[in-house]
């Protein structure tokens, strides 16, 4: 009777404890760009999340846990992510948001609901030096970081990769929000410092049906070429309207404007002559991890804007919730620095390396997260610094050209100042 009794306690301890590690599951909220203009950047950075968190579960997961994300759409529009970021804050209570994609969704989102709450907020792809003053100014609560460089710094390798593409006479056509406008305020001071002359500057508002008259204004005073700073859809109506009415088909574009959805709307044989600057890569074994099983796993190729820099997001949040150990968001903020400690084991992307990953965090000691983007270090306001990609587009596709690094850029403005 006692052998008895003691077995079936045994067993029904055995049966609490599965059960307990299959209810153990951290929510992390996502809120993407999933339709709207950005929407194809939102749907890449949302898989690639999710596939960090494959990863780390397949791993063993944070303490045995498992890492879910409760999606939600911000339809490309600050209005709408601020009311889904508040639910997934207040109703849901999750310790993270990862998201927006552009800085007209991040930044209502950190001033409206992450920054007051003090919940954790990581945008893989919001690039607006907006974000960096409000950390300057105390407004984030240190909460916030993005696994991308900030326009002050791609402005200047634009207005320098533009020159030397021949780019003397330039106009703009921008998008009117906060990332349009400092973009063009960075390139302009970088470029007409340089030497060049910027002859017309013509912001645009988001999903109109026709740009023909913004196009109409930018070619009026005869340019050499138009500075696009644009998403893919906005981006591809203006295009064609610019080539249509006669504008010399020679472009320089932003990071978002490198994108097999531009280029096929607009058309391959009016781009051969289209530059562009990206948030650049130092390769790790993680890009090429990233590179091989992106596009198996989300049918998005890894490419995409956003794609790389997102995985990147979901695996710091995830290291930081195993450092953590649970679900407190000024624990993990202290945690994200700790999965990125230049002193740590290097850690790559991938089930193998998360496991080595999450064994090392078990026995208390460091680990450097080496990303898809390369060693990845934020700075005080949860900025970070690299290099750029320069790039152009030939007969239908994105093909580099060469790169300007961290020094390059400081150097440059160096001169600037």
Known sequence: MIKTFLAASVAA????????????????????????????????GAKSVEMAFRDLNAAGGPKGCQLVTDTRDSQSQGSVAVDAATQLVQLKKVPVIIGGIISSVSIPILTAVTGPSKVVQVSPASSSPTLTALGRDGKTSGMFFRTI???ALQGTAAAKYALDQGFKRIAIIHVNNDFGVNMVNEFSKAYKALGGEIVNVTPYNEKQASYSAEATTAMASKPDGLYLVATPVDGATIARAWIQQGGTPKFLLNDGMNSPDFINAVGA?????????????DATASTEYFNANYKAFSGIDP?????????????IV????????????AAIRDAIFKATDPNGTPIHAGKDEFAKALRLIKDGKPIRYEGVIGPVKFDQYGDITGPFRLWKIAD??????????????????????
Do not use: F, H, W
């Open 318 to 329: 995830g290291l930081a919730i195993a450092i953590a150990g649970g679900s407190d968001s």
């Open 13 to 44: 301890l055995s049966l609490s404890a599965t059960a307990s590690a299959e209810d153990c599951k951290i929510t992390v909220g996502v809120v993407m760009e999933l339709t709207g203009p950005a929407g194809a950047y939102g749907q890449a």
């Open 149 to 151: 460089t900030s326009d």
């Open 303 to 315: 490419s995409n804007p956003a794609a790389d820099r997102a995985y990147d997001a979901g695996a």
């Open 269 to 281: 044989k009016y781009l051969n002559e289209a530059y562009g600057t990206s948030s650049g890569t």
């Open 396 to 417: 239908g596709q994105v093909v580099t050209t060469g790169e300007m690094s961290t020094a390059d850029i400081d150097a440059l403005k160096a001169k600037i100042k």
